[in-house]
T-cell receptor, first 114, second 112 residues
Framework: DTAVSQTPKYLVTQMGNDKSIKCEQNLGHDTMYWYKQDSKKFLKIMFSYNNKELIINETVPNRFSPKSPDKAHLNLHINSLELGDSAVYFC?????????????FGPGTRLTVL | GQQLNQSPQSMFIQEGEDVSMNCTSS?????WLWYKQDPGEGPVLLIALYKAGELTSNGRLTAQFGITRKDSFLNISASIPSDVGIYFC????????????FGQGTTLQVKP
């Protein structure tokens, strides 16, 4: 069984479009995260939710809007896509909001904006 | 913002050799983690360190949490081809937000 799953795996789209990436975890964790990995493999946190409540909101353009319908799901919606949004986006989850319980990452969604 | 300096950036070694990589920071971290990322996959946790000075092993992997809480190293002994990948250090500051700061990664290639 996949612990943290993301869809789609690959997403190719035109500039200006709106797209969503979905994430689900079946680990019963309370906290979920979105990370962006750029072309140089640098991983940076974007958002985290704990029990559907926004905890971390890094300096991310407001074109990015996370939504957590329940604690097992954290989706990422991106409006007006730009070339610089091309990256791999990782979802992660952890049992509690403190990282000492470690974070489990999904397989990633490679977004390519043309 | 906080930064982790990870080195070396890449390594190309012969199978059977030992490998060492490290991370340093100007900030004090409460927790140090080491992850490995295979191509096309998400990072997977290798070792977690919670106390200054802690030395922890996981098979052929050994990692230490620096006494100053500003650094950590990861050693891999007797490398094998499946050790290929990108290794990331990550640290958590004192807050309880779960926010991880990642190093730039060390790309390891192993020649059979």
């Amino acid at each position: 069984d996949t612990a943290v799953s993301q869809t789609p795996k690959y997403l190719v789209t035109q500039m200006g479009n709106d797209k969503s990436i979905k994430c689900e975890q079946n680990l019963g964790h309370d906290t979920m995260y979105w990370y962006k990995q750029d072309s140089k493999k640098f991983l940076k946190i974007m958002f985290s939710y704990n029990n559907k409540e926004l905890i971390i909101n890094e300096t991310v353009p407001n074109r990015f809007s996370p939504k957590s319908p329940d604690k097992a799901h954290l989706n990422l919606h991106i409006n007006s896509l730009e070339l610089g949004d091309s990256a791999v986006y990782f979802c992660a989850s952890s049992p509690w909001v403190t990282v000492t319980d470690t974070q489990y990452f999904g397989p990633g969604t490679r977004l390519t904006v043309l | 913002g906080q930064q982790l300096n990870q080195s070396p950036q890449s390594m190309f070694i012969q199978e059977g050799e030992d490998v060492s990589m490290n991370c340093t920071s100007s900030s004090i971290f409460n927790t140090w983690l080491w992850y490995k990322q295979d191509p096309g996959e998400g990072p997977v946790l290798l070792i977690a360190l919670y106390k200054a000075g802690e030395l922890t092993s996981n098979g052929r992997l050994t990692a230490q949490f620096g006494i100053t809480r500003k650094d950590s190293f990861l050693n891999i002994s007797a490398s094998i081809p499946s050790d290929v990948g990108i290794y990331f250090c990550a640290g958590q500051l004192g807050s309880n937000t779960g926010k991880l700061i990642f190093g730039q990664g060390t790309t390891l290639q192993v020649k059979p």
